[in-house]
Every structure is written in C-alpha cells, then in structure tokens.
C-alpha cells in the first residue's frame, strides 16, 4: 500500500502562484507515474498533469501549459506541482495519484482509472 498527502493548497487572488506538494509513504518506490487531477464544485475530476517514474517525460492538459510545471525528488518520496498565473477557474480540489503501470503512454496517464492510490486532495481556491 501507498499513502499519498497533498499539501499546500490554499486562497489566492488572480495571478498568483500556489505550489502544491504531494508525500507518498508506505510501500513507496520510484517507479510510480505520478499524476495530479483536479475536481471543481458540479465537475468531473479532470486530468491536470503526470510525471514518468524518471521525470524525463511530462504531459499536462491544454489549460495549464505553459503556467503549471510537475516536478518529483524521488530520493523525498515527493512530488510537485508548480501553479503560476492561477486564474478563477482553476479554483478545484487537486488530487495527487500514482500508477505503477510500466509505460508512460498519454491514454493511460489521462485517465483517472489508471491509477492506483490516491490523496485526500487539497483546495485551492483562486479569487477573481
């Protein structure tokens, strides 16, 4: 079993940055494709980023390109996500998540069922 927390959520205003830190621990390893998911009040979760289990291959959905950046320290068991330029509609519960599948292939790490464990999720909450 893994255990993930998310932390580091919280309020700010419009074009503000937020980073979001997500701790594994238990049966942790560094072979796990990480991926953060966000799920807004009346939404679906939705896919927001993931990260290969070496950091070498990254995917982010359209929205936050260019504004959020994932990143992991295996040697802490710990990976990040870097929230720049926050706008409203980023306002969302974020979920951390690892799949112990093998492969990073683009279908799988968008898909919320390819994961594994999950975190309780953390707010964030972006005034306009």
């Known amino acids: 079993q893994v255990q993930l927390v998310e932390s580091g959520g919280g309020l700010v205003e419009t074009g503000g940055s937020l980073r979001l830190s997500c701790a594994a621990s238990?049966?942790?390893?560094?072979?796990?494709?990480m991926g953060w998911f966000r799920q807004a009040p009346g939404k679906e979760r939705e896919f927001v980023a993931a990260?290969?289990?070496?950091?070498?291959?990254?995917y982010y959905v359209d929205s936050v390109k260019g504004r959020f950046t994932i990143s992991r320290d295996n040697a802490k068991n710990t990976v990040y996500l870097q929230m720049n330029s926050l706008k409203p509609e980023d306002t969302a519960v974020y979920y951390c998540?690892?799949?112990?599948?093998?492969?990073?292939?683009?279908?799988?790490?968008?898909?919320?069922?390819?994961?594994?464990?999950w975190g309780p999720g953390t707010q964030v909450t972006v005034s306009s």
């Open positions: 990260i290969s289990a070496s950091g070498g291959q990254i």
């Open positions: 998540a690892a799949d112990n599948g093998r492969f990073f292939f683009i279908r799988r790490v968008l898909d919320s069922k390819s994961y594994d464990y």
């Open positions: 238990g049966r942790t390893n560094s072979n796990y494709i």
